[in-house]
T-cell receptor, first 112, second 113 residues
Framework: QKEVEQNSGPLSVPEGAIASLNCTYS??????FFWYRQYSGKSPELIMF????GDKEDGRFTAQLNKASQYVSLLIRDSQPSDSATYLC????????????FGSGTRLLVRP | GAGVSQSPSNKVTEKGKDVELRCDPI?????LYWYRQSLGQGLEFLIY????????KSGLPSDRFSAERTGGSVSTLTIQRTQQEDSAVYLC???????????FGPGTRLTVT
């Protein structure tokens, strides 16, 4: 059973702080990694994807991938109350490139 | 441009009735996915369409579930003889090709009473 694990949270950070969200995965052959943001009652919105080891930055967001340790993380700098949402990590399956396995998500709460 | 659209946004049905959910992917996207999300849960893969290839139906939970994609664009997910455990949000996503970033529609919230 291929799995993607996330701490359910809530992760509570003050406004302006760095929020660090983590995700581990079991399929060593996975190649593609995605972070989705989901506001309550809304559908997931793609915010970052990363395919290579290392860091990828986009505005206030940085995705970090470590394939050897099988973890991927999302850093949100200068967190805003509008960042409060559930963040879903998704990983493709090595034996079925189009199938994504989603974690259950980490709820982030940014306190004003 | 227009994103993925789904209809209806909400559907309430009685147990035992059939329902049909519709998805219109982003124009030009050849890959289309259906997922199900139960309250407080992650996304469960249901079915995948890619161009004219045979769909991957491996995630469909029972033979009451079926889906088709006509003309390589619009897709419908049909649930026959609905059960209360079918209550969930059904999400459709599309991508340019397999392996690439998927973009989700707003979902259909299905409630079976």
């Amino acid at each position: 059973q291929k799995e993607v694990e996330q701490n359910s949270g809530p992760l509570s950070v003050p406004e302006g702080a760095i929020a660090s969200l983590n995700c581990t995965y079991s399929d060593r052959g996975s190649q593609s990694f995605f972070w989705y943001r989901q506001y309550s009652g809304k559908s997931p919105e793609l915010i970052m994807f990363i395919y290579s080891n290392g860091d990828k930055e986009d505005g206030r967001f940085t995705a970090q991938l470590n394939k050897a340790s099988q973890y991927v993380s999302l850093l949100i700098r200068d967190s805003q109350p509008s960042d409060s949402a559930t963040y879903l990590c998704a990983v493709n399956l090595a034996d079925s490139s189009y199938k994504l396995i989603f974690g259950s998500g980490t709820r982030l709460l940014v306190r004003p | 441009g227009a994103g993925v659209s789904q209809s209806p946004s909400n559907k309430v049905t009685e147990k035992g009735k059939d329902v049909e959910l519709r998805c219109d992917p982003i124009s030009g996207h050849t890959a289309l996915y259906w997922y199900r999300q139960s309250l407080g849960q992650g996304l469960e893969f249901l079915i995948y369409f890619q161009g004219n290839s045979a769909p991957d139906k491996s995630g469909l939970p029972s033979d009451r579930f079926s889906a088709e994609r006509t003309g390589g664009s619009v897709s419908t997910l049909t649930i026959q003889r609905t059960q209360q455990e079918d209550s969930a949000v059904y999400l459709c996503a599309s991508s340019l090709e397999a392996e690439l970033e998927q973009y989700f529609g707003p979902g259909t919230r299905l409630t079976v009473t």
